[in-house]
């Protein structure tokens, strides 16, 4: 969405976060029997106070109707919260209790768990791990022989369909599908959460409006499962225009705390990339000044790059979190003819009409994948991401095959009918994901969302409405008028529908 600065309201960083894999892998000891049960503890991103675990546990012995694990922390660690268990702490011990719907864990059946925790130093490993008191990653204790045949652990029939893992899912593309790591297909629908694209290059903080873990549940409580979170690449880069308060590790550090929220809460966090740098004062221009203040035509080489390398370094061990590359392109305003703003999009360089070098979708998608990140990347298209006419015929090239288109379409947008939509959306859907990455109307109602979600209901497609901030409906699309939730008359249709459909 492009809209108008709230100043009322509202150098490259070598101390980026890094992540970290570091596990305990299952046991087997020198009599080679298999142990009671393994854990496996991994740490998947860590920064200065604290750090974001998980831990895979596999029962080895007879089923169980319910489970405990145990362990203990060795350096002050204390978790603060968790998801797909119940997370408690008392001194050093650290237990987690299954969930009413993961407490089944038959013969050979794992589950598994994620945390974040607060750490003042070193975070090491905890050196022993116990499932309902017995300890794992070690021998199994002899167990009586019993003279009844124990009953088979029920297995899938092989034409039962995928069932869909718990919490946020990790994702890749599948044909023209967003699928879990079980094969199961997932649409992304939900909000975005405006701020920290404007927020932190106004000098008015980072967020706009409150990110704590009650704005977060708020959110989840309406039947979201993804929240889209816009970005600024100045402040998350750091640059020397950015207050240091808000900008470089603090920045960072605040995203990466926002995007724990929501996976805590079971919602996929999106990050996207929404303001940059790069001076453009041509047609339709959102303003004259060369730092990321607005939206631009067209990202730039000379940071968007840099940017997506930090983004994807630290998230690129967490597949739930999906990359949206460039909030809304609009090239085809600066140019003269559709090609050369498609050649543009895809391939950047020198640009008619565009003042600075420009970084295309195929450089961004380049940048992400050296870094080895795999996670799935959206790609919107012209015309401020409403125009996919030719996005199949200009479509950049991703070695791991996890690339989505990305839709955004609102009331006065040129592409707001159904005609349009299915001689334009329909082909793109049919080859990649496609996602609407906003979707709103600047009339305080909800009549025109209520067709764009049936029509991507009925394809079985993703949307995220525009936007979860308190801005008066009457001056562009808010679906909130508090953080606890409390809809506008335009939120009460993405609302009422999302949870009408879970």
């Known amino acids: 969405m492009r809209h108008p600065p709230r100043s009322g309201l509202l150098v490259v960083l070598g101390a980026a976060v890094a992540l970290v894999g570091t596990a305990v892998a ?59 268990a119940k997370w408690s702490q008392s001194g050093v011990t650290v237990t987690a209790a299954n969930e009413s719907y993961n407490g089944s864990l ?77 094969g199961a297909t997932r649409r992304l629908l939900g909000v975005n959460r405006s701020g920290g694209e404007f927020a932190c290059v106004q000098g008015n903080g980072i967020w706009d409006g409150p990110v704590d873990d009650a704005s977060v549940q708020a959110i989840a409580d309406w039947n979201v499962n993804t929240v889209r979170i816009p970005l600024n690449e100045e402040c998350w880069l750091g640059l020397s225009n950015i207050r240091p308060e808000y900008a470089g590790a603090n920045y960072i550090a605040a995203v990466k705390d926002l995007v724990a929220k929501v996976k805590a809460h079971g919602m996929t966090p999106m990050v996207e990339l929404h303001w940059t740098w790069g001076q453009y004062t041509g047609n339709s ?41 460039f909030n809304e392109p609009y090239p085809d305003r600066a140019t003269s003819t559709a090609a050369q703003a498609w050649t543009c999009w895809r391939d950047g360089g020198t640009c008619p009409g565009i003042g600075y070098e420009v970084a295309g979708m195929q450089d961004l998608i380049d940048a992400v994948r050296a870094t080895g990140a795999q996670n799935v990347i959206l790609a919107g298209g012209l015309a401020y991401s409403n125009d996919l006419s030719q996005w199949p015929a200009y479509k950049p090239t991703d070695p791991t095959g996890n690339l989505a288109a990305a839709w955004h379409v609102y009331n006065f947008n040129s592409c707001s009918n159904e005609s349009c939509w299915d001689s334009t959306l329909a082909p793109v859907a049919a080859q990649v994901p496609l996602v609407a990455g ?38 562009g699309p808010s679906l909130i008028s508090g953080y606890d939730g409390t809809p506008t008359a335009f939120g009460i249709g993405l609302r009422d529908h999302l949870r009408a459909i879970g």
């Open 285 to 325: 221009a959102g303003c004259s000044d060369v730092h990321a203040s607005c939206q631009k035509p067209m990202p730039n080489m000379q940071y968007t790059p840099a940017f997506w390398t930090s983004v994807a370094n630290t998230f690129k061990g967490d597949p739930a979190v999906v990359f949206d590359l």
């Open 106 to 182: 038959g013969t050979g059946a794992s589950v598994s768990a994620g945390f974040l925790a607060s750490r003042s130093g070193s975070n090491p490993v905890p050196a022993s791990f116990k499932l309902n008191g017995t300890t794992c990653n070690v021998d199994a204790e002899p167990t009586p022989t019993s003279t009844s045949t124990p009953s088979p652990t029920p297995t899938p029939s092989p034409s039962d369909p995928p069932v869909p893992e718990d919490g946020p899912p990790a994702l890749h593309v599948s044909g023209n599908k967003l699928v879990d790591s079980g």
């Open 26 to 84: 299952p046991v087997l000891t020198a009599s080679g029997a298999t142990p009671a049960c393994t854990v496996e503890y991994s740490v998947t991103s860590e920064w200065d106070a604290g750090f974001q675990g998980s831990v895979k546990v596999t029962n080895n012995l007879a089923a169980l109707s319910s489970w405990s694990l145990t362990f203990d922390f060795g350096a002050g660690q204390k978790v603060t919260q968790g998801w797909n």
């Open 438 to 475: 906003e979707i709103g109307e600047n009339t305080c109602a909800h009549s025109f969302i209520d067709r764009v979600m049936k029509w991507f209901d009925d394809r079985s497609l993703s949307y995220l409405g525009w936007t979860w901030n308190t801005w008066n409906c009457a001056t």
